[in-house]
């Protein structure tokens, strides 16, 4: 078990508790495709893309559009790094895509995202 703690920018003690990363058990690959999907995570509205759906959620554009109030283009721009690099996926339902996360383990990522802004 590693238990890292830290102070945010607001002086907030956060301690994460984490079974064995195993990350020295990753081969080259898992890792560039790790830090790939990280950077695709790393932009404020994508960070907030991801937190409209944790925990199972599915949106469409249109949706997730008028939650982050930027304009369709942009939205789907968004939309399109992060399935491509593999942290969303989608699927039809009539007229609609509705986009979720392709792996529930990334609500840890979202939850450690929430907690270290605090």
């Known amino acids: 078990m590693y238990i890292f703690e830290f102070v945010n920018n ?12 195993g990350l020295k058990d990753l081969s080259i690959e898992q890792l560039e495709n790790a ?9 404020p509205m994508r960070i907030a893309i991801l937190g409209f759906l944790e925990d199972g959620n599915k949106l469409s554009v249109n949706d997730i559009r008028e939650l982050l109030k930027i304009e369709q283009s942009s939205t789907s721009h968004h939309l399109g790094i992060l399935k491509d690099k593999g942290v969303l996926a989608s699927k039809r339902e009539g007229k609609k895509t509705l986009y979720f996360l392709k792996n ?11 907690m270290c802004a605090e």
């Not at 907030?12 to 990363?21: A, Y």
């Not at 830090?35 to 932009?43: E, T, V, Y």
Request: with cysteine; proline share 0%.
């Open 104 to 114: 529930r383990k990334l609500n840890d990522v979202v939850k450690c995202v929430n």
């Open 10 to 21: 607001t002086n907030k003690k956060i301690i994460f508790e984490m079974k064995n990363l």
């Open 35 to 43: 830090a790939s999907m990280l950077k695709a995570i790393a932009h």
